[in-house]
């Protein structure tokens, strides 16, 4: 099963990529992990996506492309895989269709993780990854024994850099120009369901389990 998450930064859509590709054995694609990625190796793709990212805009879309066609034809991408953070405006959905067309692997879903404004701002401001197991929390709503699991095992929790303030308010309005328009692209292809991203992780993750009938 191919799946695209679609939703705004904070939407929920890293933690339920994670959940799925745990108890679904779907890949998770996440490009801004990717692209983290390569910006901590200090690689040439890094130093080109660094600024952008930083600011909280779109990287450009050779970059991203490049690293979706490498990456969804890996091993581990054969029983299916969740693109998570990707595409983020209608070149790149447009690309991926042509690819997954040329591959023919098509998309069986797209899956919009709808959440309120007011609680995106504080899901992202209070995002952390523990350094040790790289597990995602949040210092609003994660359960103390959840956090306390993290510093206990030694772990510190690490804020991204472009979940301050300063970029969100960017982040967001690149989201609602660029981003948001593939719903109805994705809407107008008959691949669409929509879920409230609002709620305990739990309820989200059976609302998607739900939609996507598994
Ligand atoms: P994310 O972790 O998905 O919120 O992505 C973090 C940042 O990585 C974004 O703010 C962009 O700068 C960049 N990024 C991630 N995915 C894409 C994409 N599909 N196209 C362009 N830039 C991206």
């Not at 190796?41 to 600011?55: C, I, P, T």
């Amino acid at each position: 099963m191919r799946i695209v998450f679609l939703g705004a930064p904070g939407s929920g859509k890293g933690t339920q990529a994670q959940r799925l590709m745990a108890e679904k054995g779907l890949a998770q694609i996440s490009t801004g992990d990717l692209l983290r990625n390569a910006v901590a190796s200090g690689s040439e793709l890094g130093k080109r996506a660094k600024a952008a990212m930083n600011a909280g805009d779109l990287v450009s879309d050779d970059i991203v492309l490049g690293m979706i066609a490498e990456r969804v034809v890996h091993d581990d991408c054969k029983d299916g895989y969740i693109l998570d953070g990707f595409p983020r405006n209608l070149t790149q959905a447009e690309a991926l269709a042509k690819l997954l067309t040329d591959l023919g692997q098509p998309l069986d879903f797209a899956v919009l993780l709808d959440v309120d404004m007011d609680i995106l701002l504080k899901r992202i401001t209070g995002r952390r990854t523990c350094s040790v197991t790289g597990k995602l929390l949040n210092v609003y709503f994660s359960s103390q024994s959840d956090l306390a699991e993290c510093t206990n095992a030694g772990g510190e929790l690490i804020q991204r850099a472009d979940d301050n303030e300063a970029t969100i308010g960017n982040r967001l309005t690149v989201y609602r120009e660029q981003t948001e328009p593939l719903i109805d692209y994705y809407r107008s292809a008959n691949l669409l369901q929509v879920i409230s991203g609002e709620g305990e992780m739990n309820e989200v993750y059976g609302r998607l389990l739900k939609v996507l009938k598994i």
